[in-house]
């Protein structure tokens, strides 16, 4: 069995700033600061994170467990009128050719599509409502299980597990994400990545994350396919090293070697390290 985890802001919808907007609106709430969203990345991060540094930089101070509380909740009510908002302003879209992908991937029996995402439970199912994706999802991983995002993809395969009565591998675990976190995230877990660059990710550090696959969105099915070994690759690519060709160059050098540009960079990165510790720098 194949587990495929989504995100949801940047690779299933965009939700035209609702988030931040209902963010806003709480901090505001709270603190008397408006607009605090526009002073850091919400990008990649989890709820429970951005959160924490919102209240932080409006109110000067950690939230305590009680006050970040009131905060998730506050947010909580604000979030569907300001998803409402993005829907009638025509700026809430679903990424191109995503509901595809999940209407084929939904048919197989070999696959189980669920959510690796940093909303909150309740967060992530308002925000998803408008595109009707959210029958897609039997279970998933949320913000409100971890503020790292790994540990949230890991709870999302061990939800697979229970559903599945049996244990899955990681090398079947397959993460779908826009920023280069979502990279790191399922990385560090063990899991297969792929990433879109029409989300909400930085292309440049998306373009070094070491993605097995990087690609437009969905427009194109087949190189997910190939990925996800559910379809073999022509040109003899091993699947795990697949990076979706920007020339045959790139094809036969990623096929070799198994290493991707992040692996190379790490490694540079510990050899100056070594360097520097050996002359007592
Ligand atoms: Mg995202």
Known sequence: ????????????????????????????????????????????????????VAFKHACGKKPTVKQFRELELKYLG????????????????????????LVMLSKRKDVMVGLGTGNLKEGALVKLEP??????????????????????????VERAEKLLKAKIRPADVYVVGDTHLDVAAA???????????????????????????IVRNFGDLYP??????????????????????????????YGRTGMDVKDIDDGILALREMKRKAVGE
């Open 131 to 156: 595109s009707g994706f959210n029958k897609y999802f039997a279970f998933g991983g949320y913000g409100c299980d971890s503020h790292i995002r790994s540990k949230v993809l890991m709870k999302a």
């Open 1 to 52: 069995m194949k587990i495929v985890l989504f995100d949801i802001d940047g690779t299933l919808i965009k939700a035209g700033g609702a988030g931040a907007r209902g963010l806003n609106k709480a901090v505001k709430e709270m603190c008397g600061v408006d607009k605090i969203c526009d002073k850091f990345s919400l990008q990649g991060a989890t709820d429970k994170e951005n959160f924490a």
């Open 78 to 101: 604000f979030l569907p009128a300001e998803v409402k908002r993005s829907l009638k302003s025509g700026n809430y879209s679903k990424l191109n050719g995503v509901e595809k992908l």
């Open 187 to 213: 990385k560090d877990a063990g899991y297969h990545s792929a990433a879109v660059l029409d989300g909400f990710g930085d292309e440049r550090l998306v373009s070094r994350s070491g993605a097995e696959l």
């Open 224 to 253: 997910w396919l190939i990925w996800l070994g559910l379809e073999k690759d022509s040109k003899g690519v091993r699947r795990g090293t697949y990076i979706c060709p920007d020339s045959p160059i790139e094809h036969a050098h």
